[in-house]
């Protein structure tokens, strides 16, 4: 399915960096289920459980990971890129992970745990409502029909900034913080200086080009905000700041063309493109992740003499 929502876009090419998605899982996973994988191992799979009725609402992207032991599983990030909150996703959730199960057995795989996780950085806050909750008005005793399973929910509004900022990784603590208040231009003007600063380190890193175009392509924040925020920095970071910002995007606007969000937009998947090919991804994944198409990934090889 061609990802057509820049959010959704944007999260997975930060999580097709190993590095970040691994250090994702670990800030947002339960501690003990961390404790039980050897989360180097993590591998993203060229695969999909959606089925058609659930396009609308999500797309995935499904990693794999050995226990510390014998067995496997499946982590699944679902994406959900509807423009509101739905209470009855409970009932998607359940159609999902029957669709994974359904999958390997179809595919005679030996059937492994699928870990759902539901990220959520839509407009509205969204409560989550369990599915016993709509059968409330039966006996206890016949509850026991119901399936059951549990799930992993990051819901960005319900994050608060203190603990997002306080993330060891400065690139996934700068993208969480992005989408957090991607629709609040006022946050993200209050935050702007922490997430800058966050990204001291990284400026040099090439995922730090699509953050920077996700600030401004994805998000609402006035370029006034920006530039007082960069200002405020320490006087090298500021430079390099200000150089890597005009080189992506404020060129382009200063001119009043639509060419410099673009060529950063290229820039940022081209970057994303080699970065996952480097590290092993299959060029299908790289479809999956980018939502480009297998022509245009190619192509994008080619010119770097990554193939022929």
């Known amino acids: 399915m061609p990802i057509t929502n820049v959010h959704d876009k944007f999260i997975r090419q930060i999580l097709s960096n190993k590095e970040l998605a691994i250090d994702f899982l670990r800030e947002f996973l339960p501690e003990t289920l961390v404790n039980h994988m050897n989360l180097q191992t993590l591998e993203h799979q060229d695969t999909s459980y959606i089925n058609e009725e659930l396009k609308e609402s999500f797309s995935d992207l499904i990693w ?25 996703v409970v009932f998607q959730l359940l159609e999902y992970l029957a669709c994974g199960y359904r999958k390997q057995i179809r595919e005679k795989q030996k059937p492994e745990l699928i870990i759902p ?18 059968f409330v008005h039966y006996p206890d005793f016949m509850k026991k029909y119901l399936p059951w399973f549990e799930f992993e929910f990051v819901n960005l509004h319900e994050l608060a900034p203190e603990q997002i900022l306080t993330l060891q990784n400065g690139l996934l603590s700068s993208a969480v ?9 006022a946050g993200l003007a209050t935050h702007i200086h922490a ?24 998000t609402q924040l006035d370029e006034k905000h920006f ?8 006087e090298e970071m500021s430079i390099k700041t200000m150089t890597l910002y005009d080189q992506l995007i404020l060129k382009g606007r200063q ?14 998947l081209q970057t994303t493109v080699l ?26 090889l080619r010119q770097n003499k990554r193939i022929r």
């Not at 990204?199 to 730090?208: G, Q, R």
């Open 117 to 134: 996780i539901l990220y959520y950085h839509g407009k509205s806050n969204w409560k989550f409502r369990s599915l016993v909750s709509y």
């Open 64 to 88: 794999r990971v050995n226990m510390k032991g014998e067995e496997s599983l499946r982590i699944s990030l679902l994406l959900e890129h509807k423009s509101y909150a739905d209470p009855k």
């Open 195 to 218: 997430i800058l600063e966050n990204l001291s380190p990284y400026l040099e890193s090439n995922v730090t080009d699509a953050i920077f175009v996700y600030m401004i392509h994805g």
């Open 177 to 185: 913080m992005l989408q957090k208040y991607s629709f609040d231009p």
């Open 227 to 234: 530039i007082e925020s960069v200002q405020k920095l320490p």
């Open 275 to 300: 970065n996952a090919f480097d590290n092993g991804v299959e060029i299908p994944l790289i479809r999956l992740i980018t939502g480009e198409t297998e022509e245009k990934i190619k192509a994008i």
């Open 255 to 268: 001119e009043g063309k639509k060419e410099g969000i673009e060529q950063g937009i290229a820039q940022s």
